[in-house]
């Protein structure tokens, strides 16, 4: 039958990996560091990981592929565990995708598994990066009473945002640029004196924002024109956010700039990893 199938250009693809969370369904592999659609039969098409690819690799097209076959894929999901199997139903309830969901539920009930509790509103594409969760439970709790401090602001330029940004500004020049995910400076207490002190900052979301070629393009015009010092980059712990190093590393390919790189880690409870 024709339906709506992921295609893969190998051209563009760099072997990342960050496509493979977003495909509970088991449809993408790493293989001689190329994703690979490795099923059509699991592949339902909706495209989750078309829009987490930071070089533009992912995307749909109509050909002819055998159907979708929601029981076979759940056969597939359930050996992932618990968490597979919530972001899959996620995935499908976030599309539409109800008779898969009605199937996806059916499997389980009639194999014994546990049906998950979704969330009220579940966001766009269901990858584990996106699943609600409540941290207070998990802070770490002083016996000593906050004190109120007076931090002195360390932001050094405006725009901050990749996406307004001007590869000419001067600022730019011989900078130590500091490339963060947008939640890491609300995710990471200290994140002005730790990170930010003395450098420039760039932010973006390679979640969240469209067309991360072109954010590639803009920072390849940065190294390219900006001598630039350094490049710290600071990124959160979910899947998804690792496509910021992804994207800073092809720039830097493409620049081809040998530039001293420093990569960090915050978990969700503002911790690094």
């Not at 390849?220 to 990124?235: D, K």
């Amino acid at each position: 039958m024709k339906r709506k199938i992921i295609k893969i250009n190998e051209e563009k693809c760099t072997g990342c990996g960050v496509c493979i969370p977003d495909c509970p369904e088991g449809a993408l592999q790493l293989i001689d560091g190329k994703a690979r659609l490795v099923s059509d039969l699991f592949c339902d098409g909706l495209g989750a990981c078309v829009k987490i690819c930071p070089t533009g690799a992912m995307t749909t097209e109509e050909r002819e592929a055998e159907p979708y076959d929601e029981y076979k894929v759940m056969d597939n999901v359930v050996k992932g565990g618990k968490n597979v199997i919530k972001a899959h139903l996620v995935h499908l309830k976030d599309h539409g995708q109800d008779e898969f969901f009605n199937q996806a539920i059916d499997y389980l009930n009639k194999n014994n598994f546990e049906v998950p509790v979704l969330e009220t509103k579940p966001l766009a594409c269901g990858c584990p990066g996106t699943m609600q969760k409540d941290l207070s439970q998990m802070k770490k709790q002083s016996s000593q009473p906050a004190q109120a401090l007076n931090i002195q602001s360390e932001l050094n330029n405006w725009p901050i945002q990749l996406k307004l940004l001007n590869p000419d500004a001067p600022y730019l020049k011989k900078a130590d640029l500091l490339i963060a995910a947008d939640c890491t400076a609300f995710a990471y207490p200290n994140f002005h004196q730790k990170f930010l002190k003395n450098k420039i900052l760039i932010m973006l979301c390679p979640k969240l924002d469209d067309n991360l070629q072109l954010y590639i393009d803009k920072l390849v015009s940065i190294f390219e024109m900006q001598e630039i010092n350094s490049v710290t980059i600071v990124h959160m712990e979910v899947p998804c956010c690792g496509g910021v190093e992804t994207i800073i590393k092809e720039a830097l390919n493409k620049s081809g700039k040998n530039i001293i790189m420093k990569d960090y880690t915050v978990s969700l409870t503002g911790e690094l990893v």
